[in-house]
């Protein structure tokens, strides 16, 4: 192989491995941010539905809370990321001095790590030097698979923040959608949103299992069903506490 080769597939397994993280943290900030969107304004909507016949109250809490929770949400996904970085860049630090202090035994967790794998006798010797043998190689192979720890970029808490919060506003606004339409009443807008709702979160849970494993129908129903038994203890809050004098 010519070294032209080499460079282009080198850089075809970064931009794999890169699109691979970037594609899962995208998936999962966007569950996080549209569940907890959807599911917060719909209890509330439905709360209010049950205890108040004013539109503009109802309209007053559901944006207020889309508002904070979008950037409460937001800076979750921020914090967090920024703290898994943190975390990761303290394992990278403290793996570091331990392989210049304890080289031996460090070799010896990599060759225990390999036997797990199955190697035996020469071949056991030749991966583990071979691993051994190159410091960054070396670095990242116990990160990946002693401390099971993945490296996170600075881009990422950025990402995380835009993804988390722009998901958390889509998913808020969803339950809202049927209440734009009164002319059945507040009741019809409420059974609208439980079922549009019930819809979006079944897609979801169906999407998450598609992309990853696990089965697609149980993975939306379970998904469904957690998000409507939020919004249905929501109504009964707002039906027990609007009926007290």
């Given amino acids: 192989m010519s070294g032209v080769e080499t460079g282009d597939a080198k850089q075809r397994l970064r931009r794999k491995g890169h699109h691979k993280a970037s594609s899962t943290n995208i998936l999962s900030n966007f569950i996080l941010g549209s569940q907890d969107g959807l599911v917060n304004v719909l209890g ?17 809490a559901a944006f207020a809370a889309l508002g904070a929770e979008s950037i409460s949400m937001g800076a979750v996904g921020y914090t967090s990321t920024l703290a898994r970085r943190k975390q990761y860049l303290k394992a990278v630090r403290s793996e570091s001095e331990e392989m210049r202090e ?19 006798g020469e071949m056991l010797e030749r991966a583990t030097k071979a691993i051994v043998g190159n410091p960054k190689a070396w ?33 808020s606004f969803v339950p809202l959608i049927p209440y734009f339409f009164t002319g059945g009443g507040l009741v019809a807008s409420a059974l609208g949103s439980v079922i549009l709702s019930g819809g979006l979160l079944f897609f979801i849970g169906y999407y998450e299992a598609r992309t990853t494993v696990g089965s697609l129908w149980r993975s939306g129903l379970q998904m469904a069903a957690i998000g409507l038994t939020a919004g249905v203890a929501g109504f009964l809050i707002g039906h027990f506490v609007g009926a007290l004098p």
């Fill in 44 to 60: 509330i909507l439905l709360g209010l539905t049950a205890a108040t016949s004013d539109l503009r109250l109802i309209f007053v």
């Fill in 102 to 120: 304890t080289p031996k035994l460090e070799t010896d967790e990599v060759r225990e790590i390999f036997r797990g794998w199955g190697y035996r």
């Fill in 139 to 171: 670095l990242a192979f116990m990160m990946s698979y002693e401390l099971n720890i993945e490296p996170v970029s600075e881009s990422e808490a950025r990402n995380s923040f835009l993804v988390v919060l722009s998901s958390t506003v889509f998913g």
